[in-house]
């Protein structure tokens, strides 16, 4: 098994990256790592050698590139090369903290989408809020500015192999996000993307399901275009945001009062951030393409890098993009 | 001034509504007030009967009553009743705690669209977090499943026009909900919402505005299609419960020492819950019907539906629906 790594993509590149790749690598001694970048600077983070491969190139690509044009242009840039790799069969899967776009852009120009698979959709695994093990796939949080009802009824069929391979849900019951639960709600896209996952043998279609139940946990895979996804996901990550901020301040205007309350509940405080903290769920997904590619905050720090990596080792172990390719293989 | 109320639509109608209205008197003696529904039950809550008047029927609506239908065949239902004084000019403006789309439909097919405006849009004040005074327009809110982007650039008119009459907002930044911030950002509808908004000389117009960004402040107008703008509030009301119900647990599983910690804290949580309760900025506004229709939630109590009332008077004093007629009346 053998993971391709920008290592130059992301805030805290390339020690956080290099610092996650070690700790990854101890509790799977077997992964070959290709990290991808100055080489120099990655060589000071690397404590463990073994099974580890750098691949100098002083190109990389910033955070405030155009995506399309990055990927086309900048030729030797480390996540350009990293996907490469991919394609030519060196590598089974890539890892980047940087551009999102850009990486979308490598993972649809570079690497492919899987046959009959249109749109490839962006995934991550949200947290069920009030129990550290479930969570639900989410998809298309991103990667298209439109999309069609067949993509909806993939992005079903595609979380569904996610849920039940990586995630080990059983029978993953698959929402469609709507503007209403009852069967005939929705606008033209949601009203035409029901009719064919209700139809689709391959999942489990619950039906329609509202923003304000997806953190309680009403369904496994939650589909919607991207525009949608994106704000939802945004939304959700807003109000947390702002609701911690509010927590910390009510807690300060209390005074000391206040100071000792908040001493007295920081177990707690604690243990709700942890619940909240989704990167321990891994990256995101770009799904729908011919190998993991997967991405994670820019801000990433080392723990983060290592969770994605055990998440990329259980798509690779499972299969699940080698089945999603034998599923839609014979699709129309 | 004369307000029509519903006082048989809500969870805990017709005794909060009663109630509110009787507290509303207090601050407003001047309104006048038209009350539709059971006389018997309507009366004992009435403690001051002054320019109170009661106008008795047997029919109501449910929630589970189908909207438009609803409207069309009770024809003598407390809502009906109470949009056609509206309509025939009995009275200035309805309220209503009832069935959301059916006091849609009252507004959209009784009392009817302003000249020239196409579809008019929920709208609601949401709170800046962190701050007691501000707060956003949000437009549309779920009226309409599907929009253009005409629509989106009326939703911006008529959310400075509220702004600045009713909120006293002097002059009222109007943000796109987008998927980025850059310009160019979006789908087909938001990226020609962008440059009709972008041109319309009477309102100020920000930019794109990401829905992460909405609840610290970064517009005091935000306009959205109406399948969007329901997602984004449902996440922000589910992400805010859930996180509320995380924290309580989060003490108790504590023990001892964070139910004493919670103690403490008491005062500060409480304070956090009033900035989130959005009741205490009044109700949703079908806007861009030819009078106020304001909408509260079902479960709402006494002091939501005052604050509503307060919220109707500031409209009707402030002739904010005369100045969009006369905005509107010259438009193509």
Redesign the interface.
């Known amino acids: 098994m053998k993971i391709a790594v920008d290592a130059m993509g992301g805030d805290h590149a390339p020690q956080a990256i290099v610092e996650g790749v070690m700790l990854a690598k101890k509790e799977h001694p077997e992964i070959e790592f290709l990290l991808y970048g100055k080489e120099d600077e990655i060589k000071k983070y690397v404590t463990d050698a073994t099974n580890v491969k750098i691949i100098h190139t002083d190109e990389k690509i910033n955070g405030e590139d155009e995506p399309v044009k990055a990927i086309r242009r900048k030729k030797t840039a480390s996540m350009v090369l990293a996907a490469q790799a991919v394609k030519n069969g060196e590598a089974d899967a890539i890892f980047s903290a940087g551009n999102t776009g850009a990486l979308l852009a490598a993972g649809l120009f570079i690497i492919g989408r899987i046959k009959n698979i249109e749109r490839p959709g962006l995934m991550t695994t949200m947290p069920f ?2 129990s550290n093990e479930g969570g639900f796939d989410f998809i298309d949080m ?1 990667a298209n ?2 999309n069609k009802p067949e993509h909806l009824l993939q992005y079903g069929v595609l979380g569904s192999y996610y849920a039940r391979n990586v995630r080990k849900v059983a029978k993953p019951r698959v929402g469609l ?1 709507n ?1 209403g639960t009852e069967d005939g709600k ?3 896209l ?1 009203k035409a993307a029901y009719k064919l996952l209700a139809e689709e043998p391959s999942i489990h279609f619950v039906g329609n399901v ?7 946990g009403v369904a496994d895979v939650v589909v ?1 275009d ?3 996804g ?3 996901l ?10 911690m ?3 910390k ?3 300060l ?2 005074g000391i ?2 100071k ?6 920081k ?3 604690k ?2 951030k942890t ?2 903290d989704y990167s321990t769920h891994g990256g995101a997904v770009l799904f729908g393409v011919k190998a993991p590619v997967i991405k994670t905050h820019g801000s990433t720090g080392p723990e983060a890098v290592n969770y994605t990596i055990q998440q990329i080792y259980t798509m690779l172990e499972s299969h699940v993009i080698e089945e999603l390719v034998e599923h839609f293989e014979t699709q129309a």
């Open positions: 809020v009030g991103g500015a439109e996000l503007n929705g606008n033209e949601t509202e923003a304000r139940d997806l953190l309680s919607t991207g525009f949608t994106n704000a939802v945004k939304s959700i990550e807003g109000t947390a945001m702002e609701l901020k509010l927590l301040s009510s807690i205007d209390a009062k206040g000792f309350g908040a001493l007295m509940l177990d707690a405080l243990s709700m619940e909240l």
